[in-house]
């Protein structure tokens, strides 16, 4: 009888370690698939980035050749005239936030 006891006693710890290393092996489990999905997440954004740069420099570029365009056709394809008023302009600008500080 106490034989039988300890081998029920034996048995019931042996299942309950196994059930301790199932549970902490699905766990771990978990985690890595977790893990796996922030970084799948994250790699997604970032070529969701690169995308969206590529089309803001795109659009840059094309705005910048139909201005380029527009001023070829109006004859005033002389970049001193455009820089000087840039410059002129960029000036006020300074004085005008130097003061205000």
Known sequence: MEMTRRKEMIMMMSLRRRAEQEK???EKQQEYLKKK???RMKQEQLEKKKEE???RRQL???QYRQRKAQEEEDGTSGPS???EE???ASRGATMTRS???
Request: charged share 55%.
């Open 60 to 62: 840059i570029l094309e």
């Open 37 to 39: 999905e922030d970084e």
């Open 24 to 26: 902490k092996k699905n």
């Open 86 to 88: 840039t410059t002129a």
């Open 53 to 55: 740069e590529k089309l």
């Open 99 to 101: 003061k205000s500080r």
């Open 81 to 83: 005239r455009g820089r």
